[in-house]
């Protein structure tokens, strides 16, 4: 009787055993599951980055998959020869450096005063709609041309940065944001003697720093990959952006213009491995940015700002 009533307590419940089981099969079968999906994220870019390496015969025969098909550098050899290459290269850094700290000024300070509410901001709701309407409706093509043209921004770095200053969709996330920020903070800094700018600044800003970091990639991605506004707004094809010239490079590529050097590169590459290797550089600096503002995302958002 003594070793039965033992081994009934050291035994665990059936429930808790079977609670157990399935929160290993859980875990299992999620771990699994976002394995599949980071592979099918990563095996298009690394089927990209074989063809780019691989020679121009087995690119056009279908035998690159996962892993170079004889092994040259001829596509980027080819690429790095061309100024034009570098010259849209830094056309587009320039366009991110210019746009992105003018996006991130311009949401946080509309954010900040539409994330108030109607009795601290009467017109917010009008304002808001105003804003909110243009991700809706927009004027069309041709306006948007013709309002560019009118004020002189054609032909210059301006009219890839100014049109698209004010994110709508940025500003309605960094809204929802502010609001979730704890009122107690912004009573605390008012009663300290600090105004709007200040409680702006010094209190909501730092918090923010995870939404902001995101922002600030999405509007280094919107920028970065950017092609069709080049193609509009730039006349000259020096002047454009590092996509809209990797949409032109092989459709319109003056042989009469090169080297004796990159004609022996073309010979070895074909249309595929070029476009592999333009299309691996053109995401590389993204690629190489992301890993400094990931660690912003896992942070808690308010997390230990209040205390009793």
């Known amino acids: 009787m003594t070793g039965r009533s033992l081994q009934s307590k050291d035994a665990a419940p ?32 690394i089927h990209i980055v074989a063809l780019s390496f691989s020679s121009s015969s087995a690119a056009s025969a279908g035998y690159v998959k996962l892993w170079p098909v004889d092994f040259t550098l001829a596509s980027y050899k080819f690429t790095a020869s061309r100024e ?11 366009r991110i450096f210019m746009g992105t700290p003018l996006n991130l000024l311009l949401t946080i300070m509309i954010a900040y005063p539409l994330s108030k509410s109607t009795q601290q901001f009467r017109f917010r709701l009008i304002y808001a709609w105003l804003f909110f309407v243009t991700m809706l409706f927009n004027g069309g093509l041709i306006p948007w041309y013709t309002t560019i043209k009118q004020l002189g921004l054609l032909d210059s770095i301006w009219a890839l940065v100014l049109p698209g200053a004010v994110p709508v969709f940025s500003i309605v996330l960094l809204l929802n944001f502010f609001r979730a920020v704890p ?12 105004g709007q700018w200040t409680t702006l600044w010094r209190i909501y800003v730092p918090i923010s720093k995870p939404a902001i970091a995101t922002l600030a990639l999405f509007s280094m991605v ?5 092609w069709f506004d080049g193609l509009l707004l730039m006349g000259d094809p020096v002047r454009y952006p590092l996509q809209s010239y990797i949409q032109t490079i092989v ?7 090169m080297s004796m050097e990159e004609l022996k590169n073309l010979a070895v590459i074909s249309d595929r491995t070029l476009k592999a290797s333009q299309i691996f ?28």
């Not at 009122?183 to 600090?194: N, T, V, Y």
């Not at 919107?222 to 950017?226: I, K, L």
């Not at 459709?251 to 213009?257: A, E, F, I, T, Y």
């Open 281 to 308: 550089l053109g995401s590389l600096p993204i690629i190489a940015v992301y890993p400094f503002l990931q660690r912003f995302f896992v942070k808690g958002i308010v997390l230990g700002s209040v205390k009793g």
């Open 14 to 45: 059936p429930s808790f055993r079977s609670a157990g089981k399935r929160f290993d099969w859980f875990a299992c079968a999620n771990t699994i599951f976002l394995i599949v999906i980071a592979l099918i994220c990563l095996l298009p870019l």
């Open 251 to 257: 459709v319109q590529m003056n042989l009469g213009s």
């Open 222 to 226: 919107e920028h970065w990959n950017s």
């Open 84 to 94: 034009a290459f570098w010259q849209s290269m830094l056309i587009s850094v320039q």
């Open 183 to 194: 009122k107690e903070l912004e009573e605390s800094a008012i009663i300290d003697g600090a």
